[in-house]
Every structure is written in structure tokens, then in C-alpha cells.
């Protein structure tokens, strides 16, 4: 059977939800927030399954035309969630993932509070994880870069309180 994702995102998955709950916890949330957070991390880039492999391992340059395609894997995950009956946002959580607080995210371009915090979290821990990781197109940038990036971002794409609490346990 052929691969139905690559093989880094599972892994990233997984990391991303073990420092999302390290953020969560660090922020003190409510422990059915932390756990919504936990599921939401371990399963937000399943829409990628609808992007060819092609696109998501090529060692290269995206176009601009397949980073528009990939982009639509945060619409995807969110409508393959929403045909689970969870009892917690988790498809919700996934649909942010990739929004900023200065609106300029995607798919819906929502900004500041319109984002859940759980998201925002999960964006942070995305950034970090992503960064610090080996892909395709590239070599871990490391830890220090990603601290580095998160810093430049707080306060107009990232939620400056979820950049403080990542910088705490990381
Ligand atoms: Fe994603
Ligand atoms: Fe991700």
C-alpha cells in the first residue's frame, strides 16, 4: 500500500503534542483543556493525507502554487475530525492551527481572540517543533534558532503569553 503521508509528520505530530501540554500546563489551564490540546496535537496535520507525496517530500523549493496546496490540509483535517463525535473542540483546535493573532494566517485569516488559546498554543509548539526537526528541504535549524523565531513573532503573529510559557520549558 502506498505511504498515505510522509514519514515525518507522525513523529512532528507527537512532539508537537507532548510540548503543547508542557505550554499548557506551564499556563496553568484546566486539565480537559490540556487534554483537548494533547488530541488536537497528535492528529493536526491528518489532512496532509490529501496532498500528494510528491509535494510533501520534495527536497526543494515550493512553488507557489503547491504551498497553496498544502495549505489546504488545515481545511482538511478539520472536516475529517468533525465526522468523530468528540466530546471536547478538537477539530476546532486543528482549524486554527495555523492562524496568526495579526490575521495573517490561514484558511480564515481570524486574528487575536478569534483564535482559541488552545490553538495559539498549538501553534507555537508547531513552530518550535517544525524548526528544530530535519525535513525533506532541510536540516534541524535547532533549538536556539527556534527560540530565536518565536521571539520575533511574539506579539504580532504569536500570542506573546504562549511564547513566554514555551520559553519556559523549553
Ligand atoms: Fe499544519
Ligand atoms: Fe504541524
New binding site residues.
Given amino acids: 500500500m502506498q505511504h498515505l503521508t510522509d514519514n515525518y509528520t507522525p513523529l512532528h505530530e507527537d512532539r508537537v503534542a507532548q510540548l503543547a501540554v508542557r505550554i499548557a500546563q506551564q499556563m496553568n489551564l484546566a486539565s480537559a483543556r490540556i487534554e483537548a490540546i494533547s488530541m488536537a496535537a497528535a492528529v493536526?496535520?491528518i489532512?496532509?493525507v490529501d496532498i500528494p507525496l510528491k509535494i510533501l517530500n520534495k527536497p526543494g523549493r515550493l512553488t507557489a502554487a503547491e504551498f497553496d496546496l498544502i495549505k489546504t490540509?488545515?481545511q482538511v483535517?478539520y472536516d475529517v475530525l468533525k465526522l468523530i463525535n468528540f466530546s471536547l473542540p478538537v477539530p476546532e483546535i486543528v482549524w486554527g492551527?495555523?492562524e496568526y493573532m495579526d490575521g495573517s494566517g490561514y484558511p480564515r485569516g481570524i486574528s487575536g481572540d478569534q483564535i482559541l488559546l488552545e490553538s495559539r498554543i498549538l501553534t507555537v509548539a508547531?513552530i518550535v517543533e517544525s524548526m528544530s526537526e530535519d525535513r525533506p528541504y532541510r536540516k534541524s535549524l535547532g533549538m536556539d534558532l527556534a527560540v530565536q523565531e518565536i521571539k520575533r513573532l511574539s506579539g504580532n503573529r504569536l500570542d506573546p503569553d504562549v511564547v513566554e510559557a514555551c520559553l519556559q520549558v523549553v
Fill in positions: 493536526h496535520d489532512g496532509k490540509h488545515v483535517s492551527h495555523h508547531d
